[in-house]
């Protein structure tokens, strides 16, 4: 019998129940990376620094930004990360940018999912799992070098998994790691998580134990094929320790329980000893000391810092997953269950038309024809694209100045200025300590904050009075500076350049210099 025309359509549109799920797992993340703007913190300079590389066919190797730090070496190990990003915003602007950040989430969390089912996992349980990774990693999901270290994790993890039934497939570990540790300074978890593999091997005495511990030594050393050899080990260690990373980014900061991701976090690691623990009381024998001991590692990570949580939660679910189905699996034996017949699942119409409606939330909120800044529209490409105070010192500032801006407004004017030198930005491992105790000195407005600015020779500065109300109030009321610009993303004064007005400063203010010093 012929179907008609109608019968078809309504095939194509209904879902089972675990097709919806299996869609939901990666569609959600997607369509919540399409609408979420984009961060400028760190992907503007990153973008820029790209350019730069590109044009100048060579790696940066010394600071071009900056004259706190200019010219001083640049250790740049996310060098990769940027020419691919400074390429695709010459290609297709930040549309493209945004674009191919939700492909990579949706990647990381089709790999999430994948590596659920292959645990053993039904698609609503897989799917279920890749969601919660997804909440719990929410916040790390902007578009820098992280996210392409998070998609090499989830690609390393899927490849050493699958190593039994496709035991060529570890070979190319090393060359995943080779091109992650030009990406990301987390490339140190390909090898570990080898490692790991090698012991789980050797707990179930595989025939493959040797040939793991061989891939991972040789994926340890091919980390060196970037153009600072083992010098990157000793960055990635180095800038997680990094004690003013620490005291001035909160994200490196010990993670906390009373923010959503840490909440999440918490919450997610008490779910996964539950779970271990009902496992173990099943069957003991199922309980493998090393997927505990990668539970452990992940969560240490998770909780040493709020940028940490983004590993735990691409690499725990896939281990609860296999917890989940040996401790069902220990439930059913114990019970001795006559075995269900399986059945079909029914196909629903609703389901397809709630994947057609997300499927159309992401068409609406496609960056192609969505506006760059807030001005121009309600739903920004970028989140902190500050305008007003772009304009007003991008008329006035020129290669010759030096420009004191916010930190997190850093990297926007080094891509929206180039040429012109501003005090820090979001490399925090660059700067030593007394950039820092300048910075926040002048940011808090403390006595001696013009003696500050005179010595580095400050010609144009930028305040964000939410961040820095003590200098904003000052910096009105000093005879050396004018205001040029005052609107809500901020305020721009100008050095007032008549002598008569600097001598009235010099003697009206005292000369100490007063630094609020880091970690007091």
């Given at each position: 019998?012929?179907?008609?025309?109608?019968?078809?359509?309504?095939?194509?549109?209904?879902?089972?129940l675990?097709?919806?799920w299996?869609?939901?797992?990666?569609?959600?993340?997607?369509?919540g990376?399409?609408?979420a703007?984009?961060?400028?913190?760190?992907?503007?300079?990153?973008?820029?620094?790209?350019?730069?590389?590109?044009e100048?066919?060579?790696?940066?190797?010394?600071?071009?930004?900056?004259?706190?730090?200019?010219?001083?070496?640049?250790?740049?190990?996310?060098?990769a990360?940027?020419?691919?990003l400074?390429?695709?915003?010459?290609?297709?602007?930040?549309?493209?940018?945004?674009?191919?950040?939700?492909?990579?989430?949706?990647?990381?969390?089709w790999?999430?999912?994948?590596?659920?089912?292959d645990?053993?996992?039904?698609?609503?349980?897989?799917?279920?799992?890749?969601?919660?990774?997804?909440?719990?990693?929410?916040?790390?999901?902007?578009?820098?070098?992280?996210?392409?270290?998070?998609?090499?994790?989830?690609?390393?993890?899927?490849?050493?998994?699958?190593?039994?039934?496709?035991?060529?497939?570890?070979?190319?570990?090393?060359?995943?790691?080779?091109?992650?540790?030009?990406?990301?300074g987390s490339?140190f978890?390909?090898?570990?998580?080898?490692?790991?593999?090698?012991l789980?091997?050797?707990?179930?005495?595989?025939?493959?134990?040797?040939?793991?511990?061989?891939?991972?030594?040789?994926?340890?050393?091919a980390?060196?094929?970037?153009?600072?050899?083992?010098?990157?080990?000793?960055?990635?260690?180095?800038l997680?320790?990094?004690?003013?990373?620490?005291?001035?980014?909160?994200?490196?900061?010990?993670?906390?329980?009373?923010?959503?991701?840490?909440?999440?976090?918490?919450?997610?690691?008490?779910?996964?000893?539950g779970?271990?623990i009902?496992?173990?009381r099943?069957?003991?024998?199922?309980?493998?000391?090393?997927?505990?001991?990668?539970?452990?590692?992940?969560?240490?990570?998770?909780?040493?810092?709020?940028r940490?949580?983004?590993?735990?939660?691409?690499?725990?679910?896939?281990?609860?997953?296999?917890?989940?189905?040996?401790?069902?699996?220990?439930?059913?034996?114990?019970?001795?269950?006559?075995?269900?017949?399986?059945?079909?699942?029914?196909?629903?119409i609703?389901?397809?038309?709630?994947?057609?409606?997300?499927?159309?939330?992401?068409?609406?909120?496609?960056?192609?024809?969505?506006?760059?800044?807030?001005?121009?529209?309600?739903?920004?490409?970028?989140?902190?694209?500050?305008?007003?105070?772009?304009?007003?010192v991008?008329a006035?500032?020129?290669?010759?100045?030096?420009?004191?801006?916010?930190?997190?407004?850093?990297?926007?004017?080094?891509f929206?200025?180039p040429?012109?030198?501003?005090?820090?930005?979001?490399?925090?491992?660059?700067?030593p300590?007394?950039?820092?105790?300048?910075?926040?000195?002048?940011?808090?407005?403390?006595?001696?904050?013009?003696t500050?600015?005179?010595?580095?020779?400050?010609?144009?500065?930028?305040?964000?009075?939410?961040?820095?109300?003590?200098?904003?109030?000052?910096?009105?009321?000093?005879?050396g500076?004018?205001?040029?610009?005052?609107?809500?993303?901020?305020?721009?004064?100008?050095?007032?350049r008549d002598?008569?007005?600097?001598?009235?400063?010099?003697?009206?203010?005292?000369a100490?210099?007063?630094?609020?010093?880091?970690?007091?």
């Amino acid at each position: 019998m012929i179907a008609s025309p109608a019968t078809r359509r309504y095939r194509l549109l209904a879902l089972s129940l675990p097709e919806l799920w299996a869609f939901l797992a990666v569609a959600l993340p997607v369509v919540g990376a399409l609408i979420a703007p984009m961060s400028t913190v760190d992907l503007a300079y990153q973008v820029r620094a790209g350019q730069l590389m590109i044009e100048q066919g060579a790696v940066l190797r010394t600071d071009p930004f900056t004259f706190t730090a200019g010219a001083q070496p640049w250790l740049d190990q996310q060098w990769a990360a940027q020419v691919v990003l400074g390429g695709l915003y010459e290609i297709g602007g930040w549309a493209l940018l945004a674009i191919v950040r939700a492909l990579l989430v949706g990647g990381i969390f089709w790999l999430v999912y994948r590596l659920c089912r292959d645990a053993g996992v039904g698609q609503r349980p897989a799917a279920g799992l890749a969601l919660a990774a997804f909440t719990i990693g929410a916040a790390s999901l902007a578009l820098r070098p992280q996210l392409f270290g998070m998609a090499l994790f989830a690609l390393t993890a899927w490849l050493v998994t699958s190593r039994q039934h496709h035991p060529r497939r570890l070979w190319l570990v090393p060359l995943v790691v080779a091109g992650w540790a030009n990406l990301h300074g987390s490339f140190f978890l390909g090898p570990a998580l080898l490692g790991l593999a090698w012991l789980e091997d050797r707990r179930g005495r595989r025939p493959g134990a040797d040939r793991t511990l061989l891939v991972a030594l040789i994926a340890a050393t091919a980390a060196a094929l970037n153009p600072w050899g083992f010098g990157v080990w000793q960055y990635a260690v180095g800038l997680s320790a990094d004690p003013t990373i620490r005291r001035l980014i909160t994200e490196w900061q010990v993670t906390s329980p009373f923010s959503f991701a840490g909440a999440a976090f918490y919450l997610s690691v008490a779910g996964a000893l539950g779970a271990v623990i009902v496992a173990w009381r099943r069957r003991p024998a199922l309980i493998s000391w090393p997927a505990l001991l990668w539970l452990a590692v992940l969560a240490a990570i998770g909780a040493y810092a709020e940028r940490g949580v983004a590993w735990w939660a691409i690499g725990a679910p896939p281990v609860l997953a296999a917890i989940l189905v040996g401790g069902a699996q220990a439930g059913r034996d114990a019970r001795q269950p006559v075995p269900p017949v399986a059945r079909p699942e029914r196909r629903s119409i609703v389901n397809g038309l709630i994947a057609l409606a997300i499927a159309a939330a992401g068409v609406l909120a496609w960056p192609s024809w969505r506006a760059v800044v807030p001005a121009d529209g309600p739903l920004p490409l970028l989140a902190d694209a500050p305008t007003g105070i772009t304009q007003a010192v991008r008329a006035r500032a020129t290669p010759a100045d030096r420009v004191f801006v916010p930190q997190r407004l850093g990297s926007w004017f080094e891509f929206a200025l180039p040429g012109v030198p501003v005090f820090v930005d979001s490399r925090i491992e660059l700067f030593p300590t007394e950039v820092w105790d300048d910075y926040l000195a002048v940011s808090a407005g403390e006595p001696g904050w013009q003696t500050i600015l005179d010595r580095w020779g400050v010609t144009v500065v930028v305040v964000a009075p939410a961040d820095q109300p003590g200098l904003a109030g000052r910096i009105r009321a000093d005879p050396g500076w004018h205001s040029v610009y005052e609107g809500e993303d901020g305020l721009v004064f100008e050095r007032r350049r008549d002598l008569s007005a600097l001598r009235r400063r010099a003697g009206s203010v005292g000369a100490e210099p007063g630094r609020l010093r880091v970690g007091a």
